[in-house]
């Protein structure tokens, strides 16, 4: 067996590197005071919904390009996917201000993670 030369791997390609790209995007799409987060947030929510889309993942499996793909169902499924998340996070957010259990129990989730992100990007 020989041994490869230089350059003769794939590129390795990181999910989180592709994200950035499209939260770097929807940064210059979007308009109002939203930060990285949000958009990060946004994005996979939908990217989420979409990919549990029954019918998205048979086109996906059917065609041999993303423009192919693109001419199938969807922006149907992105349409049903922004729906969702507003109503997905509306109905959160009204459980947290609403039910003081709730927004406790949201509170001890999140207050490990929250923390260690602050501390991790103090250190940085």
Excluded at 89 to 111: I, N, S, Y
């Amino acid at each position: 067996m020989d041994p490869m030369g230089p350059g003769g791997g794939e590129p390795w390609e990181d999910p989180r590197d592709r994200l950035s790209a499209v939260i770097k995007k929807m940064n210059e799409l979007f308009s109002g005071n939203l930060s990285d987060a949000d958009f990060r947030g946004y994005a996979t929510h939908l990217i989420g919904k979409m990919a549990e889309d029954a019918t998205l993942v048979q086109q996906a499996k059917a065609n041999e390009t993303v423009s192919q793909f693109a001419q199938g169902d969807y922006k149907k499924a992105l349409t049903t996917a922004v729906v969702s998340a507003l109503d997905s996070h509306t109905a959160m957010a009204d459980q947290a201000l609403k039910d003081e259990r709730v927004f406790t129990g949201l509170a001890d989730l999140l207050l490990d993670e929250v923390y260690r992100r602050l501390r991790d990007k103090e250190m940085a």
